[in-house]
């Protein structure tokens, strides 16, 4: 299976932007994928990336996609307090999903 | 437009109890269902999968069993729960097979005592 690993925690200004890091060892991942949870709630999908793609942008959300050093990260412009959530990233195997442990993101004004 | 409803969304249980969580999706036909468990401060963990009716693939060794009675209902159940099932269990689904995203429940928070 794979190996997924964020940093845990991130701390950032309100209006700053917050890059979130994530690491993974299956080079055969076919999708990877972001996703943010709220506190008490399900997980919500943020954007997807295709692997034979390096970057990806939707509104405030940039996807960078390093294949060679297997790198993902979630950039987001302007954050705001809505943005406080855990970031999940995640790599698509055979419709298999290999979960990181999760970024908690805090928005400070 | 789809829909994935978990129930119930809390739940309290003694040690040893029986446990049925309940997923449903709508507004789909033959999705694959997965059922995951997130243990306190940790990631997700795939638990079950099903690409059809009756069929069920398990993911990891445990006291808990999934079935898939109908198309767009799957269960997770125990005979006898442990003080470890704690966590946050999240049904999902996809359209397809190999590449198709995930969506989510609002999932159901599990405390065994």
């Known amino acids: 299976g794979e190996d997924v690993e964020q940093s845990l925690f991130l701390s950032v200004r309100e209006g700053d932007s917050s890059v979130i890091n994530c690491t993974y060892t299956d080079s055969s991942s076919t999708y990877l994928y972001w996703y943010k949870q709220e506190p008490g709630a399900g997980l919500q999908l943020l954007t997807y990336i295709f692997s034979n793609m390096d970057m990806k942008q939707d509104q405030r959300l940039t996807v960078l996609l390093n294949k060679k050093d297997k790198h993902l990260s979630l950039r987001i412009a302007d954050t705001q307090t809505g943005d406080s959530a855990i970031y999940f990233c995640?790599?698509?195997?055979?419709?298999?999903?290999?979960f990181g442990a999760g970024t908690t993101v805090t928005v400070r004004a | 437009s789809q829909t994935i409803h978990q129930w119930p969304a809390t739940l309290v249980q003694p040690v040893g109890s029986p446990l049925s969580l309940e997923c449903t999706v709508e507004g789909t036909s033959n999705p694959n269902l997965y059922w995951y468990r997130q243990a306190a401060g940790r990631g997700l963990q795939l638990l079950f999968y099903?690409?059809?009716?009756?069929?069920i693939s398990s993911e990891v060794p445990q006291n808990l069993s999934a079935s898939r009675p109908q198309d767009r209902q799957f269960i997770l159940s125990s005979k006898k729960l442990l003080l470890s099932d704690s966590g946050f269990y999240l049904c999902?689904?996809?359209?397809?097979?190999?590449?198709?995203?995930?969506?989510f429940g609002p999932g159901t928070r599990l405390t065994v005592l």
């Open positions: 999902a689904w996809s359209q397809g097979r190999h590449t198709d995203t995930q969506y």
């Open positions: 099903s690409v059809g009716i009756g069929q």
């Open positions: 995640a790599g698509m195997n055979d419709y298999k999903l290999s």
